[in-house]
């Protein structure tokens, strides 16, 4: 209990500049790989605390890695910075109301994750000095978590390869140990080619692309029934061919994303989307170029470090919410619907108390919970399958807030979010306390990992050949 308490002092007594950190990089919302000016205000951060910098990590203009100690196991703090079209919004109003028209906006919080990380990784190496301990701390700057893939592409350049256990967390309602459940997830363009041709005078010359993805959806949809329940399959045409009816549409575009629930099946589920691709082409007489665009594997959980993190929850009890945050949340909770905010509840493995707006208590552990978690898809997967990963769920928002909402940008600089943020850094940096303390725990972690990939190890879900979409914000 000694270092943990002291752990907690040391993150209280910077806490004010990581604050300023978050609050800063919250009015500066950038889009993926655009992070610039949030990734330069971390990476001033880290050069202020003493850290060595890397830039340009896996050769992503804002992908960064800050390292203090020399020997001794490596822990790692993930964070991200990235923010989201269209969802501008201002702070501490229950109301939505855009700082700039369509602009950008911290729908999903990374301000506030990139902040805590650093904030842990900073009071970890303040302990590491104060107590002369032999261990090594890194803080990760991962751009992109939003549909860019960053982590995964950081994994596959060996960013982490000699890390022993990676420690993150994502801002939502709840405060607890988050459960390792999400889909892998791949972004794949199928771009057909037929011939052009006017569709009255000369249609028995045109081979049309759009035809080709028609088919190919129809068969998609008719594979939906022997595909795991758990899988996922989502389509949106980016070229449809052009608008004018009479032409034989000769190139056409559509994006497909494929979910499963493990890496492996998501695998064999995208070779069957492939045949079906290939099939409408031959029955179109087009032809079709297929290209990956990103993926991300499913969060690998680690019974071990859940176990630490869980510890450190319970010690630390519940974020320290006063009126005025409950009041604020409150306003919030008017604009969502009852079923959000009580679907909300039943996540958690709270039995529903309804009556609370932000979360008073601490989740109770993975195992204890029922009701189903929430299905996404995340990039730190990847890393979970390399490195034993655990993720926190900090408690920053009112309950039933929707993930990239406008209500999520408006609390993101909210007392409640900093007192959110604070929390859930003493959590981490206490977690990292630990497993320095207990090497057997460490040593745990590792063999847990080992056992979970032992039949179906880690494979890059991103094609070598495929480079970070670094233009991808402006359309590329
Ligand atoms: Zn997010």
Redesign the pocket.
Known sequence: MRNTEEIWHLVDAKKDAFIELSDRVWGMPELLYTEFRSCAEHVDMLEKQGFRVTKEVAGIPTAIMGEAGDEGPVIAFLGEYDALPGLSQEAGVAEPRPVEAGGHGHG???NLLGAAALLAATALKDHLEKNGLKARVRYYGCPA??GGAAKTFMVRAGAFKDVDAAITW?PFAWAGVQEADSLAMTRIDFSFTGRSSHAAAAPHLGRSALDAIELMNVGVNYMREHMPSDARIHYAYLNAGGIAPNVVQGEAKVRYAVRAHTLHEMFALIERVKKIAQGAALMTETSVDIKVLSATANLMGNGPLEQAMQNNFDRLGPVPFDDADREFARKIQATLTPQAISSNYNRSGFRPRTDEALCEGIQPPIAERTGTPMLGSTDVGDVSWVVPTVQASGATLAVGTPAHSWQWTAQGKMPAAHKGMVHVAKVMAGTAVDLIDQPEVLAAAKADLAARTAATPYVCPIPEDVAPPLKMAAGG
Do not use: A, Q
Request: hydrophobic fraction near 0%; charge should be negative.
């Open positions: 999903c919080g990374h978590e939003e994502h």
